[in-house]
């Protein structure tokens, strides 16, 4: 069972008083944000390999490095994409500025390291070399994120958006699972199929989250973000292949505000009846991930946290 208070009370248990009066932005960004999937995830895997023998505070430290660089990335994300909303509150730049923010995310980062070296040796070398490899492939997802929106339409195929999803958000699932299930004492190849397990399903979460930006309003974020920020997810991608010369035309025309971009988005969506086509894609996704686990230890477990995230709104 996963003790999400517990977890949020050591949270909100760190210090970092060498940022005097700045401290306080660690905890905003920190704040609950759902079930804390990433953290929960290593603790699936560590409690399932460790058994009897696992200990909550063997893997705390473990638990909140996770987190932390969880918000070190969306924190960065944010200003990069000039989001006015995080879980529903006012992005972290927003409160401050994008100065403070970028600093802020940098301490996180840097407290990542700091509760690592908390765990028992030698699983604080060996989990600090994975998570900061982790931490690269997240930052060439974002900067693929960055590239891609910078292409023409045409130019950016769908293999393009699966390979940047995949670095941005499932590097963090699988690393979890992979860095949990090593500290409960799983051998290195299990915990590299549990790697590939959460890189699927974080391809899942993406196309969801992609799917939500577009059609759901309670997200906690502005519906249409990513086409305001000209993101190239794969609704985008279906659109430019669906969409009349005119409205391609309109797709690329570098005049138009974010606003305008929008609201033409969201309406050639709906004209081109994408929601259908996305269902069936996050199916596709959710068949991928439960194909690859099946018949694996910890299958029951990681079908029961999928179906979870499949009837999310946020």
Same mark, same amino acid.
């Given at each position: 069972?996963?003790?999400?208070?517990?977890?949020?009370?050591? =949270?909100?248990?760190?210090?970092?008083?060498?940022?005097?009066?700045?401290?306080?932005?660690?905890?905003?960004?920190?704040?609950?944000?759902?079930?804390?999937?990433?953290?929960? &995830?290593?603790?699936?895997?560590?409690?399932?390999?460790?058994?009897? #023998? $696992?200990?909550?505070?063997?893997?705390?430290?473990?638990?909140?490095?996770?987190?932390? &660089?969880?918000?070190?990335?969306?924190?960065?994300?944010?200003?990069?994409?000039?989001?006015?909303?995080?879980?529903?509150?006012?992005?972290?730049?927003?409160?401050?500025?994008? @100065?403070?923010?970028?600093?802020?995310?940098?301490?996180? &980062?840097?407290?990542?390291?700091?509760?690592?070296?908390?765990?028992?040796?030698?699983? @604080?070398?060996?989990?600090?070399?994975?998570?900061?490899?982790? $931490?690269?492939?997240?930052?060439?997802?974002?900067?693929?994120?960055?590239?891609?929106?910078?292409?023409?339409?045409?130019?950016?195929?769908?293999? /393009?958006?699966?390979?940047?999803?995949?670095?941005?958000?499932?590097?963090?699932?699988?690393?979890?699972?992979?860095?949990? $299930?090593?500290?409960?004492?799983? /051998?290195?190849?299990?915990?590299?199929?549990?790697? #590939?397990?959460?890189?699927?399903?974080?391809?899942?979460?993406?196309?969801?989250?992609?799917?939500? /930006?577009?059609?759901?309003?309670?997200?906690?974020?502005?519906?249409?973000?990513?086409?305001?920020?000209?993101?190239?997810?794969?609704?985008?991608?279906?659109?430019?292949?669906?969409?009349?010369?005119?409205?391609?035309?309109?797709?690329? /025309?570098?005049?138009?505000?974010?606003?305008?971009?929008?609201?033409?988005?969201?309406?050639?969506?709906?004209?081109?009846?994408?929601?259908?086509?996305? @269902?069936?894609?996050?199916?596709?996704?959710?068949?991928?991930?439960?194909?690859?686990?099946?018949?694996?230890?910890?299958?029951?477990?990681?079908?029961?946290?999928?179906?979870? =995230?499949?009837?999310?709104?946020?």
């Amino acid at each position: 069972m996963w003790p999400l208070e517990e977890y949020e009370r050591a =949270l909100r248990s760190l210090r970092w008083e060498a940022l005097g009066e700045w401290e306080p932005w660690m905890h905003y960004a920190l704040q609950s944000g759902g079930k804390r999937l990433r953290p929960w &995830l290593a603790w699936c895997s560590y409690t399932f390999y460790a058994g009897p #023998k $696992a200990s909550w505070a063997t893997c705390l430290p473990l638990l909140q490095a996770i987190e932390l &660089l969880h918000t070190f990335t969306l924190v960065h994300d944010d200003v990069m994409d000039n989001a006015d909303l995080r879980r529903g509150q006012p992005a972290l730049h927003r409160q401050t500025s994008s @100065n403070v923010a970028i600093l802020v995310g940098d301490a996180l &980062l840097l407290a990542v390291y700091e509760r690592l070296s908390h765990l028992p040796a030698p699983w @604080n070398a060996q989990l600090t070399r994975l998570l900061s490899q982790a $931490a690269l492939r997240v930052c060439h997802g974002q900067l693929l994120d960055l590239a891609l929106a910078e292409r023409p339409t045409s130019q950016v195929s769908l293999q /393009d958006y699966e390979l940047m999803i995949t670095e941005k958000t499932g590097t963090l699932l699988g690393v979890a699972l992979q860095a949990g $299930a090593l500290l409960g004492g799983a /051998d290195f190849s299990e915990a590299q199929t549990l790697q #590939k397990a959460g890189e699927l399903l974080g391809r899942f979460f993406q196309i969801q989250d992609d799917y939500l /930006d577009a059609f759901e309003e309670e997200t906690g974020k502005v519906r249409g973000g990513d086409i305001a920020e000209g993101k190239k997810t794969f609704l985008w991608l279906w659109a430019y292949a669906q969409a009349d010369p005119v409205e391609r035309q309109w797709m690329e /025309d570098p005049q138009l505000s974010p606003a305008q971009r929008r609201t033409y988005g969201l309406a050639l969506y709906e004209k081109l009846e994408l929601r259908t086509q996305a @269902n069936a894609y996050l199916e596709e996704a959710f068949e991928g991930f439960r194909r690859f686990v099946r018949g694996h230890a910890m299958e029951k477990t990681l079908i029961e946290v999928a179906t979870l =995230l499949r009837h999310r709104k946020r």
